[in-house]
């Protein structure tokens, strides 16, 4: 074991002991109710009040937007389930917790991340709260290590709508305790299958199926950066085929723009599906007397390519795959606002809801809490960066013989983008997202931003000795020297 993981262990074994179960009932009842939406696989600007409603209709996403506080700079901490939902519920980075993969629910690493990391459950439950989890789980738990790990009331289900009632009847239940509760959806994630019936296979959809697209349905255009990068990290270039076999679980390497566009139009509609389900739980807090002592999150837990640069799905590290929609309401707290704040969901939410329930957040936390952005207040300091950590473990194809296990890390700057990987003889990406929000341009070899790739290796370099991460050095190592496949 790690001494970083040791000390969090034992930093898990004294807050277990330490928050006692039973708390003043005085304050309890001030402490807000938390219920914590989460979709599957939702890039961020996928809403009609990002997009506009001619090719999306999200009526109960846009309400939310309409009365809370949207984080347009939301990044996952890593995009693919599991890690992504790992980090959020326990406040650390993928390199932390051990879950890098999809890994199987008894894994090693898997055990560890129980064991060792106190998870958002525990928190509430710890603190007097009553705990409910409701959906898609994707971590490490299944139900009944849910319910010993904090989540006192727990169903798992990939149906969305069992997920609503789930949640619903929880609601009308008389709560005299604050609670929080999970209400994880899977959709829009079923354009995984859609992708695959397209190549010609029979798919199963967990939320029920969707219609194809008539004649007198305008399918949407393709995404402006259909394709790929100008001078694409080898990494991605080799991956792209490896991905894309027609046989394997992204068999998109044969579609036509036509097959694109029918993607982008089912993937929309499989939002406006789970917007629905969203609408029954928002109904449900406004009929029960909640909406004003009830904090609301929405947020994915990483994003979808649909197209962008030819990809379908996620783990890559483009503007698609890894911004997530983010909205925070608490009516009658906090002023409905936009804000461009650089955020990392996988680290920053965990501080932010225990900090709201009245607790004492870790030092040990590398994220923040949001509440002085959510209250108003004026910050005289904020972070300039977040790190997004990836390990693109899922092709199933054969290139040259061999698939290496490709992993990366990004980091984001106000303007810029800088991605490196761990193969290829060109193994860096440089994006003006000011200039070229598309991420079509690679800058990495271009003399004139030599001074910027610098800056932003030094950036990367500095948050991985600080947060122990040994992967950055060997991205880094000797001015990142190719590494062939």
């Known amino acids: 074991m790690s001494n970083q993981l040791k000390s969090i262990s034992v930093f898990s074994s004294v807050l277990m002991m330490s928050i006692p179960v039973q708390i003043n009932a005085k304050k309890i009842v001030k402490k807000p109710n938390v219920v914590f939406i989460m979709t599957d696989q939702q890039f961020a600007e996928a809403m009609s009040s990002r997009m506009g409603n001619e090719f999306i209709n999200t009526p109960n996403m846009d309400q939310l937007a309409a009365e809370g506080v949207v984080f347009s700079r939301a990044y996952c901490n890593n995009p693919l389930s599991m890690p992504s939902r790992s980090s959020m519920f326990s406040g650390y980075y993928t390199h932390q917790t051990g879950i890098t993969k999809n890994n199987n629910k008894n894994s090693t690493d898997n055990e560890k991340y129980k064991q060792e990391l106190p998870n958002l459950g525990q928190y509430f439950y710890n603190a007097g709260y009553k705990t409910a989890y409701f959906g898609k789980s994707h971590l490490s738990y299944d139900v009944n290590s849910l319910k010993e790990s904090g989540f006192e009331l727990a169903n798992e289900s990939d149906n969305d709508s069992v997920v609503s009632q789930d949640a619903v009847n929880y609601l009308k239940t008389k709560l005299k305790q604050p609670f929080l509760m999970i209400a994880s959806y899977t959709n829009p994630h079923n354009i995984c299958e859609y992708a695959r019936e397209i190549s010609g296979r029979t798919q199963k959809y967990s939320c029920g199926a969707i219609a194809s697209p008539t004649e007198s349905d305008v399918l949407p255009p393709l995404p402006v950066n259909h394709k790929p990068q100008l001078n694409e990290p080898d990494g991605l270039a080799v991956l792209r085929r490896a991905y894309q076999t027609q046989t394997g679980l992204f068999p998109v390497g044969e579609f036509s723009e036509n097959d694109w566009r029918k993607l982008r139009w089912a993937y929309y509609r499989m939002i406006e599906k789970v917007d629905a389900e969203i609408g029954l739980v928002l109904k449900a807090i406004k009929d029960a ?157 271009n003399p004139d931003f030599k001074s910027v790739l610098i800056q932003h290796r030094a950036l990367l370099l500095k948050f991985g000795k600080e947060q122990n991460d040994p992967l950055v050095a060997k991205l880094l190592e000797n001015n990142v020297q190719s590494i062939e496949f």
């Not at 379908?312 to 925070?328: A, D, G, H, W």
């Not at 704040?341 to 329930?357: E, F, Q, S």
């Not at 207040?377 to 990836?390: F, N």
């Open 289 to 445: 007397g909640l909406e004003e002592n009830t904090l609301v999150v929405f947020t994915s837990d990483h994003g979808e390519s649909a197209g962008a640069h030819g990809w379908n799905q996620k783990t890559v590290l483009y503007e698609e795959s890894v911004r997530v929609p983010f909205i925070v309401r608490y009516k009658g707290k906090i002023t409905s606002t936009n804000t461009d704040k650089l955020v990392n969901t996988g680290i920053d939410i965990l501080p932010t809801l225990i900090d709201y329930a009245g607790l004492k957040i870790p030092k040990n936390l590398p994220g923040y809490s949001l509440k002085p952005i959510l209250t108003g207040k004026k910050l005289t300091k904020w972070r300039d960066h977040v790190v997004v950590e990836t390990n693109l473990a899922q092709a199933t194809g054969l290139v040259n013989g061999k698939i290496p296990n490709l992993e990366a890390r990004m980091i984001r700057t106000d303007i810029y983008k800088y991605c490196v990987y761990s193969h290829g003889k060109q193994r860096e990406s440089l994006v003006d997202l000011i200039n070229d929000p598309g991420e079509m341009n690679n800058l990495a070899t």
